[in-house]
């Protein structure tokens, strides 16, 4: 049992440039999430879904896009990069209200 | 709206001492609340939580956290620390509805000298 898997751990991107962190779980959880962790900030909600093919936007969503076609799998999309998306990016999963966190994707924008 | 709060930005404790980290939450009915751990590079790890019952909750690696309606306060204590505590707490408070969304505080990192 894996748990809550994320790829890859670091990125680089270029300013304009595209990319996609993938997130899956393996313990049938219906409810994931999205998050960022920005120094001093705590984790800001940027998207969820409550189950395959539903996501809502969080807190944060703008120049994020997510899909939900599985259980498994919630991936998250940041179409134009900008600096201000260089952070720690954390997914997670929840049951009975409590959230399942995979080790976090490091993203550098420059 | 619901909000937390963690007064603390950053705690230094000696190793052996007692720790306590404050939260305070605002929310309107009983709150679902939450102690995650961060270690540096790593992800978050649930400490303890608290639906409902007795106020005072154990969790894993021997901290506990209690429930004070009176005060909106969860904070979250340990008789005695050891270096590997050394970590950034964040509490977080569920945001109510069937999304099991979490509200988080800013956190509060911990440094435990020898």
């Known amino acids: 049992n894996a748990g809550v898997t994320q790829t890859p751990k670091f990125r680089i991107l270029k300013i304009g440039q595209s990319m996609t962190l993938q997130c899956t779980q393996d313990m049938n959880h219906n409810y994931m999430y999205w998050y960022r962790q920005d120094p001093g900030m705590g984790l800001k909600l940027i998207y969820y879904s409550v189950g395959a093919g539903i996501t809502d936007k969080g807190e944060v969503p703008n120049g994020y896009n997510v899909s939900r076609s599985t259980t498994e799998d919630f991936p998250l999309r940041l179409e134009l990069a900008a600096p201000s998306q260089t952070s720690v990016y954390f997914c997670?999963?929840?049951?009975?209200?409590?959230?399942?966190f995979g080790p976090g994707t490091r993203l550098t924008v420059t | 709206a619901q909000s937390v709060t963690q007064p603390d930005i950053h705690i230094t404790v000696s190793e052996g001492a007692s720790l306590e980290l404050r939260c305070n939450y605002s929310?309107?009915?009983?709150?679902?609340l939450f102690w995650y751990v961060q270690s540096p590079g790593q992800g978050l790890q649930l400490l303890l939580k608290y639906f409902s019952g007795d106020t005072l909750v154990q969790g894993i690696k021997g901290f506990e956290a209690e429930f004070k309606r009176s005060q909106s306060s969860f904070n979250l204590r340990k008789p005695s620390v050891h270096w590997s505590d050394a970590a950034e707490y964040f509490c977080?408070?569920?945001?109510?509805?069937?999304?099991?969304?979490?509200?988080f505080g800013t956190g509060t990192l911990l440094a435990v000298q020898p």
């Open positions: 977080a408070v569920g945001a109510g509805g069937a999304t099991n969304k979490l509200i």
């Open positions: 929310y309107g009915a009983t709150p679902y």
């Open positions: 997670a999963s929840s049951y009975l209200a409590e959230q399942y």
